[in-house]
């Protein structure tokens, strides 16, 4: 799009707003410095760098076989570099315990160490990024369908020496960005068919989390991650969003919401305000569910931009941290980040431009006509020339300038890769 254009446009919007009491500078200095998390599984479609190889199964899958998906950890940064170039910000990368530097050695998931991280931090430093934590419980030998709530000793031990571990990784990451890491703890535990024994398996999945979480760390954050359910472990999910949210207020530590993992009529925006009110801080994976949990690119559409609007209607933007987790293996990867990370900035742009001084003062009069009616409005300002200057001012492709320059590295690098 032409610069002329989009400053001519965004200096009419600016006044639009400005006659509702919208401070569109301020909304787009906030926008600057709200951090997406960024997964890196979308870029290889969840595999990994073990070689132990990934078996896949625990209750995860990736569909699609779009070809030129990354190989290696090089092929995987040079993708997230690429990403970076077309979206405004300072952003954040989300890494998987399976996407250690191993330096081609056999190293099993009891036996992670900082070390294996220690290359991933010091690029992540040289390309303005901060990093964040996940431990991997799926797609291993010992995964079976339960790990930490797993009756038999040596296979639970075998996953809490890990994911303890990945919380000492998790430190060292924080203490080297002076930033703290979020860890996000998921497990896939549970039953394809019915079973007698739930609260015993949830009884032993508290145990292990209270081992696990027994040596405090300074410069890391624990996040517990429920799910509705996982492929081929449909029936009983050990982890469920009642455990993890009755652990989280108990012992205080972070849930995480992922969009994708309730019930498809729910609104995960309504449960916002509520986590806050008995949890210190909310962890957000942000994806788009079709008919079940299958964790397609996240699109601007209404769950997305209500999702968006209950943060900062909380005032709650520091202490809700917002990350994605989507991973297509049909369309080119690198364009499902860019939509992902890009939709995601724009719903939280269209929060930040809310009317919401005027909406309260309507809300707390009694005056529910006008509240609605200033929200419906509100729907047609022109935010979209306030989006376009955002990625003007950050020297990124605004509108749809970017889908060449994805075509182009397409041409130039993934096609190239066999």
């Not at 969840?46 to 190989?71: C, D, M, S």
């Not at 690029?123 to 990024?129: H, N, Q, V």
């Not at 309730?262 to 008919?291: G, Y």
């Amino acid at each position: 799009m032409k610069d002329e254009l989009i400053l001519k446009s965004f200096e009419i919007a600016k006044e639009r707003y400005a006659a509702i009491g919208v401070d569109v500078e301020s909304a787009l200095s906030e926008l600057q410095e709200i951090p997406i998390s960024i997964q890196c599984w979308q870029a290889d479609d969840v595999t990994g760098f073990e070689n132990l190889g990934n078996l896949g199964g625990g209750g995860i899958q990736a569909t699609g076989n779009y070809p030129g998906k990354a190989r290696n950890i090089e092929e995987l940064r040079r993708d997230v570099e690429k990403v970076l170039t077309l979206v405004a910000g300072k952003h954040r990368l989300s890494l998987h315990a399976i996407y250690g530097d191993f330096g081609g050695k056999v190293i099993d998931r009891d036996q992670v160490e900082p070390t294996h991280f220690q290359s991933w931090m010091q690029w992540a430093k040289e390309k303005g990024l901060k990093l964040d934590f996940n431990s991997t419980s799926f797609g291993h030998p010992k995964s079976g369908d339960l790990t930490l709530a797993n009756p038999n000793g040596d296979i639970r031990n075998f996953w809490i020496e890990h994911t303890k571990r990945c919380r000492a990784i998790s430190e060292e990451m924080g203490k080297f960005q002076n930033d703290p890491c979020i860890m996000n703890l998921w497990v896939h535990d549970g039953s394809k068919d019915a079973t007698v024994n739930r609260y015993t398996y949830r009884q032993i999945l508290e145990k292990s989390l209270d081992d696990i979480f027994a040596k405090d760390y300074k410069n890391m954050k624990d996040c517990i991650e429920a799910k509705l359910f996982g492929i081929a472990l449909e029936s009983y999910t050990v982890g469920s969003y009642d455990f993890y949210l009755g652990y989280g207020a108990k012992k205080q530590k972070i849930v995480t919401l992922d969009t994708g993992h309730f019930h498809l009529t729910e609104n995960i925006a309504d449960k916002i305000s509520s986590l806050l009110l008995f949890t210190p801080e909310i962890m957000l994976h942000v994806s788009r569910p079709i008919r079940w949990d299958s964790d397609h690119v996240v699109i601007l559409n209404d769950d997305i931009a209500d999702l968006a609007k209950e943060i900062t209607r909380s005032d709650a933007l520091n202490r809700v941290h917002i990350g994605l987790d989507f991973f297509d293996a049909s369309i080119n990867r690198i364009g499902a980040y860019v939509i992902g990370i890009r939709s995601t900035q724009k719903a939280l742009l269209q929060a930040l431009l809310e009317p919401i001084a005027q909406l309260r003062r309507y809300e707390a009069n009694g005056q529910y006509f006008e509240r609605l009616a200033l929200l419906e409005e509100a729907k047609g300002l022109p935010w979209n020339a306030v989006w376009d200057y955002f990625c003007l001012k950050n020297n990124v492709a605004a509108g749809y300038d970017y889908i060449g320059e994805i075509q182009q590295y397409e041409k130039d690098v993934t096609l190239k890769r066999k």
